[in-house]
């Protein structure tokens, strides 16, 4: 397998991530400006805020079709995008799906594609929750709302886009996954079970839609200042109150931090990773990567990215399943 420098990852030609253990990187400042989104059909979830929402304002002036999503309307960042729209002359369309909805699914990715008039070119899989603490404090209610928004919802959306897709033999699917996806953190609730979850699930999915020309990239963002931290400390303060405290006890330090985040100290630009899908976008079909780091600071999980990668091509890729496999590794 080919070696995989800076430069080539920024070029946007990396597979499978960029080696650099140990380093330090912004990919905002080595981006180059989008291009190529002019004209595309492209469906985001969770664009009331953060990620979502700076995807949904890049790619428009960009001169895409957004549909931003977003649940729970009517509500003020709905109207604030639209306002948006409405002055920058952006063609962003607001719809209601609450990621945990298999009707709004449906229905909402149905009433993209009808006003699109056919399938989606781009499905950015983004509406996802954290909740803190150890595992053992997870309550039930806790861990079904965590694997239900991060993983079953991104699977929901996937489901929904990918028949339009298979019908015109094109699109792509980002599937924003994390650092902690490949790395793990102690005391941060299901938040990397979760991520990790959805590494295989689109990794997976990646191989099976080869032969359909449809690409999957796995977007690993480190952290980042968005408003994640303030509805992270809404659920984890909920479930310390309800938890019983029997679970509590054994965790009495890091229990009396929940619910206290604020993201302090993170000051790179958010914009990195709408950026980095909209490089992605540009490229040719074929030669997008399956991962990619997006991070202003460290980036812990690249020898994981490529041993992982090595393995498959060296397991699988003189099987059967080899072609498959080999294509998305580009190996």
């Known amino acids: 397998m080919p070696q995989i420098d800076r430069r080539s990852l920024l070029a946007g030609a990396a597979a499978t991530g960029v080696t650099l253990a140990g380093s330090r990187v912004a990919l905002a400042d080595a981006i180059e400006p989008a291009s190529g989104l002019s ?3 492209i469906l985001i979830t969770g664009t009331s805020s953060g990620f979502g929402r ?6 428009a002036r960009s001169r895409a079709k957004v549909f931003a999503t977003m649940r729970n309307l009517p509500r003020p960042e709905a109207e604030e995008l639209r306002k948006l729209a409405r002055d920058e002359k952006l063609d962003i369309h607001v ?6 909805d298999d009707a709004q699914v449906a ?3 149905a009433e993209a594609e009808r006003i699109a008039g056919r399938g989606m ?7 996802g929750i954290g909740i803190t603490g150890p595992i053992e404090v997870q309550d039930m209610e806790a861990t079904r709302l965590a694997f239900d928004t991060n993983v ?5 959306l996937a489901r929904a886009v990918l028949p339009g897709m298979r019908a015109r033999k094109q699109g792509h699917i980002f599937a924003v996954s994390s650092q902690l996806g490949r790395v793990i953190v102690p005391y941060a609730g299901h938040y990397s079970a979760t991520k990790f979850a959805v590494e295989a699930l689109f990794e997976q999915l990646a191989y099976e839609l080869v032969p359909h020309n449809i690409g999957v990239t796995i977007i690993e963002p480190g952290g980042y200042p968005t408003k994640v931290w303030v509805n992270r400390n809404r659920y984890s303060k909920e479930l310390k109150e309800r938890v019983d405290q029997r679970h509590l006890d054994g965790y009495p330090q890091v229990v009396a931090r ?14 990195d990773v709408p950026k980095a899908m909209a490089r992605v976008l540009g490229m040719p079909p074929g030669t997008r990567p399956l991962r990619l780091p997006v991070s202003g600071g460290d980036i812990p999980q690249v020898a994981i990215n490529e ?14 399943l080899g072609p498959l496999v080999r294509a998305v590794h580009k190996a």
């Open 258 to 271: 929940m619910g206290q985040e604020d993201g302090s100290g993170r000051t790179a630009d958010p914009m």
């Open 39 to 41: 004209g595309k059909a």
């Open 107 to 109: 229905a909402g990715v």
């Open 95 to 100: 719809i209601e799906i609450d990621v945990l």
């Open 121 to 127: 070119d781009a499905l950015v899989n983004n509406a």
């Open 54 to 59: 700076l995807a949904s304002e890049l790619f």
């Open 152 to 156: 079953l919802g991104y699977q929901r």
């Open 307 to 320: 041993v992982c990668a090595r393995t498959q091509v060296e397991w699988l890729g003189r099987s059967p």
